[in-house]
């Protein structure tokens, strides 16, 4: 009978024993990490640990990243909150709850982003010492970056708190930036001293200076007003190199060396530069001619109205048909000083560093500038007493022929925009007036008659020419539209009257007539009203005369 009993109770125990005996007690915990979220940062990232039997007790809960300790700030069942402790690195996150330790993903400790709290000077010039301290550099220097306002600093020394550095070539002033392992900090401004005075001279020769002065700018912006012969002074100029320019300069001026140029500042000193402006003569409003008053053939020049007449060449040989540029600085000009033939030659428009442009066999007369005054047009037997069309630069390169014809081409005139050159030619049996474009292209006779319509020019505003022609039984001087219709007789005497060229506005005439019984220069109105005036009443040849373009 006590068997049954006895065997009852070994039942109990078994079972007793067998609940006491499994993994965990009654109440215990076992922790599981489903997720960790951010999967990276720096000490004190904010991290939440998402998984399954976490205690809702923050404290009962422990958290390491890769064997350090981080704090928990809240907690369930499910997440818990904490964030990356200083001194973790990258491991493994483990959370402990009850004595049973749950192992999560692998988190990455990033470096913690540098900071600075000062920097000593806060100025100085290019090389001065600087001591930024702050927290999180490092202690290798070529872990680091520093700029001053965004230009590179050499790191001098390096510590986890403190960097030696100094201001560099070329910085200027605004915020020091460090930079480690790609992470950056902006500390204060540091003002660079680079500050230095350019000090600007104007020095002006020669005539014709322009009255109104000229304009001094730095760096494309800093502008002040300076005379002919003016010192400036641009102050508070960063430490290097800096352009300076000098604007306003007349078309008859040029400035000795660079400009713009550069000047180099040094930081606390004046840098001084100087631009020196050499002004040629302008023929302003002016009349040349051809004179033999002193016993052979020489260029002059006069005032509009006749005064101040002046003798520009002065040799012993036959200098003839002047045509000043559309600048009013040079005259072209016929010379025979060098050769039986003569030559083209070019002079300043005071008469002074006569030169010799073309070297031919023939005769080259009869000028006409280029609208920009970098060619000359010309006419040329070269040696076959058939004239023909011929362009050179006028530094004598680049000779080009324009006509080829077995009758002559002569008295080329170049239109005011460039495109269209006016000459005289005998192709069809009688001088006409022909227009060829620049290159040889386009041939068209603007005239036909019997008669002979020689020496055309062109007016300022290239709408009409002003020719010579004998259509009426003399030489006259004859206006006609750019396309040779609408003749229209400007003088009407019994004398010859030739050569005709234009006023600067347009609204004269000055030509050369026989009328007196020698050679003069006359000015009439272009519409051929009023009585013409004699401008050179002398008992000697005054011929060829030519109006400066210039006003």
């Known amino acids: 009978m006590m068997r049954y009993p006895l065997r009852m109770l070994l039942i109990v ?3 007793v024993t067998f609940v006491a005996c499994g993994d965990n007690g009654p109440g215990e915990r076992d922790p599981m990490i489903s997720d960790v979220q951010p999967e990276s940062g720096p000490p004190g990232t904010s991290v939440t640990i998402s998984g399954s039997d976490f205690s809702p007790t923050a404290s009962e809960n422990t958290v390491v990243f890769d064997g350090v300790t981080a704090s928990v700030s809240e907690a369930t069942e499910s997440e818990l909150e904490t964030e990356v402790p200083d001194g973790a690195e990258t491991g493994p996150v483990e959370v402990t709850v009850d004595g049973n330790t749950a192992s999560g993903p692998q988190f990455t400790v990033e470096s913690e982003a540098p900071g600075i709290s000062a920097v000593e000077p806060d100025s100085g010039t290019v090389g001065t010492k600087v001591t930024i301290t702050g927290m999180n550099f490092s202690s290798n220097a070529a872990e680091v970056d520093i700029t001053f306002n965004g230009t590179n600093a050499p790191v001098n020394g390096a510590a986890k708190d403190q960097l030696i550095t100094e201001v560099p070539q070329g910085a200027t002033d605004g915020p020091i930036e460090v930079t480690v392992e790609q992470k ?12 230095g005075t350019m000090e600007v001279i104007t020095k002006t020769s020669g005539s014709d200076q322009d009255s109104d002065g000229y304009t001094i700018t730095v760096d494309g912006s800093a502008s002040k007003s300076a005379g002919n012969n003016d010192t400036k002074y641009f ?32 930081a606390g000193d004046t840098t001084s530069t100087s631009f020196e402006v050499s002004c040629q003569t302008v023929a302003n409003n002016k009349i040349a001619f051809a004179s033999d008053r002193d016993g052979d053939l020489e260029i002059f020049k006069m005032n509009a109205d006749g005064s101040d007449q002046q003798k520009l060449s002065d040799i012993v040989s036959t200098e003839y048909y002047p045509a000043i540029s559309h600048d009013g600085t040079k005259v072209a000009y016929y010379s025979t000083r060098n050769s039986q033939t003569g030559e083209l030659f070019v002079m300043n428009a005071d008469g002074t560093n ?10 080259p007369l009869y000028y006409s500038w280029s609208p920009d005054d970098s060619k000359i047009l010309f006419q040329d037997d070269r040696g076959s007493n058939n004239d023909e069309i011929f362009v050179i630069n006028v530094d004598g390169s680049g000779l080009t022929q324009i006509t080829d014809d077995t009758n002559y081409d002569r008295y080329p005139s170049w239109s005011p925009n460039g495109n269209k050159i006016a000459f005289t030619s005998n192709r069809d049996g009688d001088a006409e007036i022909y227009t060829i474009n620049p290159d040889g292209t386009n041939l068209q006779k603007i005239t036909d008659n019997t008669s002979r319509d020689y020496a055309p020019r062109w007016s300022p505003d290239g709408s009409k020419m002003v020719i010579t022609t004998d259509r009426d039984g003399n030489d006259e001087i004859y206006t006609i539209d750019a396309d040779g219709s609408n003749p229209e007789r400007i003088t009407n005497n019994s004398a010859s009257d030739q050569y005709a060229t234009w006023s600067p506005d347009g609204s004269e005439l000055v030509f050369q007539t026989d009328r007196d019984g020698n050679s003069e220069i006359y000015r009439i109105n272009a519409d051929g009203s009023g009585s013409p005036i004699n401008l050179t009443t002398n008992s000697a040849r005054d011929e060829v005369p030519f109006w400066s373009p210039v006003e």
């Open 13 to 15: 125990a078994t079972v």
């Open 184 to 195: 950056s900090t902006t500390g204060p401004d540091f003002d660079v001293i680079i500050e």
């Open 235 to 266: 102050a508070n100029l960063g430490e290097g190199s800096h352009d300076a320019e000098l604007s306003g300069i007349a078309e008859n001026c040029s400035v000795s060396g660079d400009n713009p140029r550069s000047v180099s500042i040094t």
């Open 354 to 363: 006569g030169r010799q442009i073309t070297n031919s066999a023939g005769a």
